[in-house]
């Protein structure tokens, strides 16, 4: 055993001297005072705040939610008891479905595990589905649409980060009635840009193509119902299949696909990823549902979330902190190299009590490190000037850059071409 454990040093030593290992912390979330918690570290514990979590609008706390989910585990147990081929769909799951096909409009809903699993079962199984199909893929998807389409053996063409000229350019050149599917975000996590979605439904029909988006950072968040992009601008119709999470804005756990009868129940009997795994617990189901219901007729969260978002740009430009054009929740600020990020990180976290994860390559592109910051509705004003003041000690101690670089400075960031390449290579 030992001469082979030496495989597995060299891997995480490569990883340390290419500044890529990672780590991570040790956080205990304190349910009723999100978004505090508890860091431990060295045998000593202290509260810090949370700023980075996707528990975007606190649902992971809210009363209906743990109520949903301790009554459910007490009237129906810990576990599923097993997949839904051996032990059946529990009721929670039914209902569930049900309320996700109605949140995006479509005849029905499939309910996986994670989003991770859900992107990843769905696109490798429509590239095996459809007869000699190509796979159209935005750069900068995430890496369970990157994986599924790897999966799916399929040929796969990945156009520039929501350009709609290359998207084009790629359709064109195929024969009109060879099966296409359009594989795209509606929110970009890290920049906090939209695709251009009404752009990609017309291309599509043009030129005959599926569409898949994931809306896994919208879901919950934009719409009227928090149906997503796809229900804020009207276009759910237009897109084929929808994918989204629940571990998000929702506060719970799973993945999900909304689309045709004929697509979910192909995907449901064909994909490996769905069948051959158990299903999720029948309270985790019902939290879930207690948070879509509530945030289909609440808009109080998104209301609010929207005025910290804001509140929060405003008082990190004031303090002469980088922040990248974001179009969303999502405030993404520049370092724009792997140590200094975890630097700025490790400074926030044991001088100032701030968690901020450091995102550095390969999630985001070599040279735009960053640290990507998520307020939501329960980060309070005191939080916010608090965030910023210590940006600024950590900015001022590190010598970090107070100025975008000219790449970034625009609406549309320029680093299409490296990240182009790192998909490349992981896919
Ligand atoms: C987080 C994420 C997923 C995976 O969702 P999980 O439910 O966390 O597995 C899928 N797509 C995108 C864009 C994500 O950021």
Redesign the pocket.
């Known amino acids: 055993m030992t001469a082979y454990n030496r495989f597995f040093e060299d891997a995480i030593k490569s990883l340390h001297a290419e500044n890529r290992y990672r780590v991570f912390a040790d956080l205990e979330r304190i349910a009723g005072r999100f978004p505090k918690a508890i860091h431990r570290d060295a045998g000593a514990a202290k509260e810090v705040d949370v700023w980075c979590s ?1 528990d975007y609008l606190g649902m992971g706390q809210h009363p209906l939610v743990l109520s949903a989910l301790t009554q459910t585990a007490c009237a129906a147990g810990s576990t599923a008891g097993g997949t839904r081929n051996i032990s059946g769909t529990s009721h929670p799951l039914v209902v569930l479905e049900r309320e996700l096909a109605d949140l995006h409009g479509k005849d029905r809903a499939l309910v996986f595990t ?4 859900s ?1 990843d079962a769905t696109l490798s199984t429509l590239g095996k589905l459809l007869p000699d199909c190509v796979m159209i893929s935005d750069e900068w998807n ?1 890496a ?2 990157i994986e599924g389409i790897r999966r799916a053996g399929a040929e796969k063409k990945i156009f520039r980060h929501n350009d709609m000229a290359h998207l084009e350019e790629i359709l064109a050149a195929q024969p009109h009635d060879r099966p296409k599917v359009i594989a795209f ?1 509606s929110v970009y ?1 890290m920049d906090g840009d939209i695709a251009p979605i009404e752009t990609i439904a017309d291309l599509a029909e043009r030129y005959n193509a599926m569409t898949y988006i ?1 809306e ?2 919208a879901v919950g968040m934009y719409g009227a119902r928090g149906g997503g992009i796809t229900e804020r601008d009207g276009l759910s119709h237009r897109i084929d299949i929808i994918e989204g ?4 804005a929702f506060g719970a756990l ?2 999900y696909i909304a689309a045709s009868a004929a697509i979910v129940d192909s995907i449901r009997s064909y994909a490996p990823g769905f069948i051959f795994t158990t299903a999720l617990p029948p309270a985790i189901a019902a939290a879930a549902t207690a948070s879509i219901r509530h945030l289909k007729v609440s808009d109080a969260e998104r209301d609010l979330q929207k005025a910290r978002v804001a509140e929060t740009k405003t008082a990190l430009d004031a303090a002469g902190i980088p922040v990248m054009p974001s179009e969303t929740h999502i405030v993404p600020v520049f370092v724009g190299d792997p140590e200094a990020c975890k630097a700025a990180s490790d400074r926030l976290l044991r001088t100032h009590s701030i968690y901020v994860q450091p995102i550095n390559y390969p999630t985001v592109p070599r040279g735009t490190e960053r640290l990507r910051i998520t307020p939501t509705p329960l980060h309070a004003s005191e939080d916010i000037s608090h965030l910023a003041s210590s940006l600024a000690e950590v900015w001022e101690t590190l010598g970090l850059a107070a100025a975008l670089p000219q790449t970034l400075a625009g609406p549309a960031p320029a680093v299409g071409v490296k990240r182009l390449a790192a998909h490349a290579a992981g896919g």
């Open positions: 996707n994670s989003g991770f699993v992107n995430h369970s649409m975000e996590s994931d896994v950072h999470t629940l571990a998000k799973g993945g």
